[in-house]
T-cell receptor
Framework: DQQVKQNSPSLSVQEGRISILNCDYT??????FLWYKKYPAEGPTFLIS?????DKNEDGRFTVFLNKSAKHLSLHIVPSQPGDSAVYFC??????????????FGKGTLLTVNP | GAVVSQHPSWVICKSGTSVKIECRSL??????MFWYRQFPKQSLMLMAT?????????EQGVEKDKFLINHASLTLSTLTVTSAHPEDSSFYIC???????????FGSGTRLTVV
């Protein structure tokens, strides 16, 4: 039973355009969500997070939107750059942001930004 | 920011042997560390939660006698894959409840190949 789903295995975008990566979850206990960027043979790098008390969080080119009623979140990257090409993982926890709580990851979306 | 050092970055071992992977928090103390496994093009799957000074909590389906976890200090957790088999070949990643924004700091991962 996959509690965090990233239904698009890959996404290709032109440089300068917007990249939108989607994530759905089924566990209503999840209240903290994170996005990670990962290169092959490396650990994930934290990008941005959002608490369930918010519906939007922005950090530079990265914005995460949360729709609790739909159990859906998305990561927007604007403008996309070739250096953004990587696998992006959505993760969720039920610990209100406390880092003693385990994360549940989606399968990831491979983003390719073409020059 | 917080750094988690994971060693070795890759290891090849023969079937039947044991392999130890170390995860160290370099500039902070981590009461909790997590061990994940990732198969190609798959999600990061949590294997176990390691708490300093107590027994690890294993996820359903993970053999605790095969994947031995020790968290003897606030800066070091180890994962030992005992009697390794080719199906144990995978990418293993640790994370610690660190100081970085997002709360979780990941190691760089270990590629284990059992031949």
């Amino acid at each position: 039973d996959q509690q965090v789903k990233q239904n698009s295995p890959s996404l290709s975008v032109q440089e300068g355009r917007i990249s939108i990566l989607n994530c759905d979850y089924t566990n209503s206990m999840f209240d903290y969500f994170l996005w990670y960027k990962k290169y092959p043979a490396e650990g994930p790098t934290f990008l941005i997070s959002i608490s369930s008390i918010k519906d939007k969080n922005e950090d530079g080119r990265f914005t995460v939107f949360l729709n609790k009623s739909a159990k859906h979140l998305s990561l927007h990257i604007v403008p996309s750059q070739p250096g953004d090409s990587a696998v992006y993982f959505c993760a969720a926890s039920a610990g209100s942001g406390g880092s003693n709580y385990k994360l549940t990851f989606g399968k990831g979306t491979l983003l390719t930004v073409n020059p | 920011g917080a750094v988690v050092s994971q060693h070795p970055s890759w290891v090849i071992c023969k079937s039947g042997t044991s392999v130890k992977i170390e995860c160290r928090s370099l500039d902070f103390q981590a009461t909790t560390m997590f061990w994940y496994r990732q198969f190609p093009k798959q999600s990061l799957m949590l294997m176990a939660t390691s708490n300093e000074g107590s027994k690890a909590t294993y996820e359903q389906g993970v053999e605790k006698d095969k994947f031995l976890i020790n968290h003897a200090s606030l800066t070091l957790s180890t994962l030992t894959v005992t009697s390794a088999h080719p199906e144990d070949s995978s990418f293993y990643i640790c994370s610690a409840n660190g100081l970085d924004e997002g709360g979780y700091t990941f190691g760089s991962g270990t590629r284990l190949t059992v031949v």
